[in-house]
């Protein structure tokens, strides 16, 4: 595809492989890669015998009654592109769009017109300052694009001279389609549009997204129909922090979220996505958010948190409309998602809400940047809003993190839902007085070694509920107050979830032996070096099903536990952070939340297939800290090696040839010991290797 850069008017009808669209003061030429992609003059989308035949000109509200299913979808949206190899590429749209032509589903659909939004729409939900800064975009000449990229790459964003247009295109659709919908003008309709927007927060563009997409159309439909119970329903794999922010104290908005949170350490990051996050004021348990802790949630996760916590809760707020923030990141395929959602499963999740709200739903494209995944999830979740029966899905059964964390949220959420009864979701606990999980067997294994073979002792803790979840998992070394070095190392060793990622089968005592191996290469090697040692194993005991879960808030308060009571009180002078897998998050929030930089002179994280957690952007003497006291080291297929923007946030990556963790961590331990030995030039003259 080639976007050139010309100059702009009204649209032109596409009939010629080589199409020019003329909008405002731009122009763009697209390619006939996407030739006959542009929607005829009249509005509708028509098949190519009767494009000849009519010449009306369709408005809104001249759209007649059809007892079908919508579409919105504008080449003009493609014009925002990048000159790098960006993941919100304007291709995005055009594979869906060519794909339902294909299979013959526009043919039975009522393309609904776009048009821009305007401000006084955008202003029900952004400020003044906000829309200012969208439309400034467009008068930016090409070297101030250039010099203002290491900004924007901040935002996750980029932009370009078209980048106004295409995001009031993207708005202006989807306040179309929910007009339409809302107006009975169709039954049903599905918004083809980018850039996304549910990131967008009020007075914010970050994370591709410019305005908030979903949230302005909720506010305009409010306004201009009857309809005024909304619900959302975002089943993008990031948490929409732009539309919860946007209704948090909205009682008349549902806003319901499935995503990938990992203790808050998943983009976009911080605790708002998390089970707790609820609304507030009148809003007060509106906000309804399902965090999955890691990747890899499967359709039967999904359904299942539709069937148990989301339609309850759908039913009892009875919405007049429904609203899909349809992003397509969570699907087979997807890399940046890194989980496995179907497009069955995305059509029976489509099914299930279809019956609320008399069947109108909108739903919204929001990410996805597979562009197979994308194209197939949407065709699925097309032929199901056109009627047809969702495909059978195989005999599959939620995971057990899937449905345990349904019935944390179940617990949160049924304060404010009577439909709610944590009961009737609570995980089988079937043989557990008998049985004792693979887990706990390898980290008791673990923990009888560090007391018999290095002589260390465990640390006790008198806060009761870090005690539920972390007894006999921190130890130390006698001389933990008198040593003048000071090695931390946390790690999440036993966490067989992360270990065993894209493999099928666990061999108990191959885990043993790699999870012994580390421990020992590092704990010899430390004492060798005449460190003392403290050891926090962050993987939490399993929760009682009565109880509440283990939440990254608990892993961040031992972590500022062990500093406040054990490090800042004792006499070393030079303290080593050295953290593994899911510890790297609790680990960087100890640098991010407590004064640090005088005694710690290495931070080291060897990270698994998580996100590398990083310095808050907001202090920049942190961050300067930082990038000369790091060493991070990642798997071969780690997905960071993607984004340069985050690999320039830490001072030293090294990428390890292996992919699973704990051999990350054996194979780069020598890296380890040299870095320790480069920033404590005196450990290198004790006797170790």
């Known amino acids: 595809m080639e976007i050139d850069a010309l100059d702009f008017r009204e649209p032109q009808q596409a009939g010629s492989s080589s199409q020019q669209i003329l909008v405002d003061e731009t122009s763009v030429r697209i390619s006939s890669s996407v030739s006959g992609a542009l929607p005829a003059q009249n509005g509708y989308e028509m098949a190519d015998d009767q494009q000849s035949t009519s010449n009306a000109v369709a408005t809104r509200s001249s759209?007649?009654?059809?007892?079908?299913?919508?579409?919105?979808?504008?080449?003009?949206?493609?014009?925002?592109?990048?000159?790098r190899d960006h993941p919100e590429t304007p291709e995005r749209i055009v594979r869906i769009h060519n794909l339902l032509k294909a299979n013959q589903l526009l043919s039975e659909m009522l393309y609904i017109p776009v048009r821009l939004i305007t401000r006084q729409e955008v202003l029900l939900v952004h400020s003044e300052d906000h829309w200012n800064k969208i439309e400034s975009?467009?008068?930016?000449?090409?070297?101030?694009?250039t010099e203002s990229q290491s900004f924007y790459d901040q935002l996750s964003l980029y932009v370009n001279a078209s980048t106004t247009m295409a995001s009031k295109l993207s708005c202006g659709g989807v306040v179309e389609a929910c007009l339409a919908v809302a107006e009975g003008k169709v039954r049903n309709a599905f918004a083809i549009v980018r850039p996304p927007g549910h990131h967008a927060e009020p007075d914010e563009h970050m994370g591709f997204c410019f305005f908030n997409n979903v949230a302005v159309a909720t506010r305009v439909v409010q306004l201009q129909t009857k309809l005024q119970r909304i619900m959302i329903l975002d089943w993008d794999v990031h948490h929409g922090n732009g539309t919860q922010r946007a209704f948090y104290d909205n009682a008349s908005v549902l806003y319901v979220s499935l995503h990938r949170y990992e203790g808050g350490a998943y983009y976009p990051c911080g605790p708002f996505g998390a089970m707790e996050s609820c609304g507030e004021d009148a809003g007060l348990g509106t906000s309804v958010n399902v965090p999955w802790p890691c990747g890899g949630m499967r359709d039967a996760d999904y359904l299942y948190a539709f069937q148990k916590l989301i339609m309850p809760i759908a039913f009892e707020f009875s919405p007049d409309l429904v609203i899909v923030s349809a992003g397509f990141d969570a699907a087979e395929g997807d890399d940046l998602g890194e989980c496995h959602v179907s497009p069955a499963g995305y059509a029976h999740m489509t099914h299930m809400l279809l019956s609320l709200a008399s069947g109108r739903v909108v739903v919204a494209l929001e990410g996805g940047y597979n562009l197979d995944s994308i194209s197939v999830s949407a065709r699925a979740v097309t032929e199901v809003l056109l009627g047809r029966p969702p495909p059978q899905l195989e005999p599959q059964t939620a995971s057990e993190i899937g449905t345990e964390t349904v019935y944390q949220c179940c617990l949160v959420q049924s304060k404010y839902w009577r439909s709610i009864d944590p009961k009737a979701c609570e995980p089988g606990e079937a043989y557990q007085p008998v049985s004792l999980p693979l887990v706990e067997l390898l980290k008791a294994h673990r923990t009888n070694y560090l007391a018999t073979a290095h002589q260390m002792f465990e640390i006790p803790l008198v806060d009761a509920r870090l005690h539920t979840f972390y007894q006999s998992q921190l130890f130390c070394t006698e001389d933990v107050f008198t040593n003048r070095t000071l090695v931390l190392f946390a790690h999440d060793f036993g966490n067989l979830r992360v270990e065993l990622v894209n493999r099928e089968s666990c061999e108990p005592n191959t885990e043993r032996s790699y999870l012994i191996d580390a421990t020992k290469s590092v704990i010899s090697w430390i004492q060798t070096k005449q460190c003392s040692l403290i050891d926090l194993?962050?993987?939490?005991?399993?929760?009682s099903s009565k109880g509440e879960i283990p939440s990254a808030k608990f892993s961040e308060e031992i972590m500022t536990y062990i500093w406040d009571n054990y490090i800042d009180l004792s006499e070393c002078q030079e303290v080593v952070f050295l953290a593994f897998g899911t510890a790297c998050s609790s680990m960087m929030y100890l640098v991010n939340h407590r004064a640090v930089r005088e005694k710690v002179k290495a931070v080291i994280q060897v990270v698994g297939h998580e996100t590398i957690p990083v310095t808050t952007k907001d202090n920049e003497s942190i961050r300067s800290w930082y990038l000369k006291t790091s060493l991070v080291i990642i798997p071969a297929n780690h997905r960071t090696l993607r984004d340069d923007l985050i690999r320039r946030r830490h001072g030293n990556i090294l990428v390890s040839d292996e992919r699973q963790p704990i051999k990350v961590f054996i194979a780069g331990f020598p890296d380890i010991k040299d870095f320790m030995e480069d920033r404590l030039p005196h450990l290198a003259n004790l006797n170790g290797d």
């Open 537 to 543: 194993n962050i993987f939490p005991r399993p929760a």
């Open 63 to 83: 759209l007649r009654w059809e007892p079908t299913t919508g579409y919105v979808y504008d080449v003009r949206m493609m014009a925002h592109a990048d000159a």
């Open 137 to 145: 975009i467009q008068y930016m000449d090409q070297d101030q694009i």
